[in-house]
T-cell receptor
Framework: QKEVEQNSGPLSVPEGAIASLNCTYS??????FFWYRQYSGKSPELIMF????GDKEDGRFTAQLNKASQYVSLLIRDSQPSDSATYLC??????????????FGQGTILTVHP | NAGVMQNPRHLVRRRGQEARLRCSPM?????VYWYRQLPEEGLKFMVY????????ESGMPKERFSAEFPKEGPSILRIQQVVRGDSAAYFC???????????????FGEGSRLTVL
């Protein structure tokens, strides 16, 4: 079992729709969870982070965390063509809070078509 | 405030040559991480360093790969006797020792793309 696994893509949604990206992790003691966006040929950039169970909203983005199910998701509302990118789920394992490696999923390619 | 700087951005080597990739962390950051990314795959952790110390090298191949972060100068990822399978994008990231706007966030450089002929 992979440490961090994302739903297989690619995912294609029409402009204005909700895009739902999912991620599961194996280490039950994981402390913090991140979503990075990576445009083709570019570096990953952080778009959301979440540490506690529940939902966290920031503009059009909502991160959801369920530690009991070891599941984290990212919802993108009113999807725009500019949201087309690879989305990477990343997990920091137990013992690390402010620093330490992140373990990444394989990424989900999202395409938003006009 | 300059971000994480990596060079070279593109490197071409023939099989058997050496590749050296350099990374200067963001100002004030004392932690450096190296990741490898194959085409259409996620980021695979390689090594985590602080100044003059390797903290976690659990993702480093046992042979041919080494990393350092000296007291002065950039962090260097060194690949000896490269093979075609080493062709990938190598990303460096940095983080501060404590705090930051988002605790635990890694800031990534633009990557170094290695092609082995």
């Amino acid at each position: 079992q992979k440490e961090v696994e994302q739903n297989s893509g690619p995912l294609s949604v029409p402009e204005g729709a909700i895009a739902s990206l999912n991620c599961t992790y194996s280490d039950r003691g994981s402390q913090s969870f991140f979503w990075y966006r990576q445009y083709s040929g570019k570096s990953p950039e952080l778009i959301m982070f979440i540490y506690s169970n529940g939902d966290k909203e920031d503009g059009r983005f909502t991160a959801q965390l369920n530690k009991a199910s070891q599941y984290v998701s990212l919802l993108i509302r009113d999807s725009q063509p500019s949201d087309s990118a690879t989305y990477l789920c990343a997990v920091r394992n137990a013992g690390g809070t402010s620093y330490g490696k992140l373990t990444f999923g394989q990424g989900t390619i999202l395409t938003v078509h006009p | 405030n300059a971000g994480v700087m990596q060079n070279p951005r593109h490197l071409v080597r023939r099989r058997g040559q050496e590749a050296r990739l350099r990374c200067s962390p963001m100002k004030g950051h004392s932690h450096v991480y190296w990741y490898r990314q194959l085409p259409e795959e996620g980021l695979k952790f390689m090594v985590y360093l602080q100044k003059e110390n390797i903290i976690d090298e659990s993702g480093m191949p046992k042979e041919r790969f080494s990393a350092e972060f000296p007291k002065e100068g950039p962090s260097i990822l060194r690949i000896q006797q490269v093979v075609r399978g080493d062709s990938a994008a190598y990303f460096c990231a940095s983080s501060p020792l404590l705090g930051g706007a988002v605790p635990g966030e890694l800031f990534f450089g633009e990557g170094s793309r290695l092609t082995v002929l």
